[in-house]
């Protein structure tokens, strides 16, 4: 699976976890120099609190367009620190 944004690869893996219809890529498969943290959260019931990502292309931003848990709830433990992204990001 790859993370595509602005013809650039943004993470890549042969293993992705998914849940609720969206991948999510190991730590280290996430090219981190695109992203940079934001202070935006959201609580999700069950996995618990993501924080997200704004991702940079070639001065282009694509503000909160990637999510994590680093702190899931039990039932989401196989995603801890895991990437997913936004519909504008392609996901193929």
């Keep these: 699976m790859k993370a595509v944004w602005n013809d650039a690869i943004i993470a890549e893996s042969d293993y992705t976890v998914v849940v609720?219809?969206?991948?999510?890529f190991p730590p280290?498969?996430?090219?981190?120099?695109?992203?940079e943290k934001t202070?935006?959260?959201s609580i999700c019931p069950r996995k618990g609190?993501?924080?997200?990502?704004?991702i940079t292309v070639n001065d282009k931003k694509n503000k909160?367009?990637?999510w994590s848990y680093p702190e899931p709830s039990k039932?989401?433990?196989n995603i801890k620190g895991y990437l997913a992204f936004y519909g504008?990001?392609?996901v193929m």
């Design 64 to 66: 909160n367009a990637a």
């Design 88 to 90: 504008s990001v392609a």
């Design 20 to 24: 609720e219809g969206n991948h999510y």
């Design 28 to 35: 280290d498969s996430v090219k981190w120099e695109y992203l």
């Design 49 to 54: 609190t993501a924080i997200y990502y704004s």
């Design 39 to 41: 202070d935006h959260t």
């Design 75 to 77: 039932a989401a433990e």
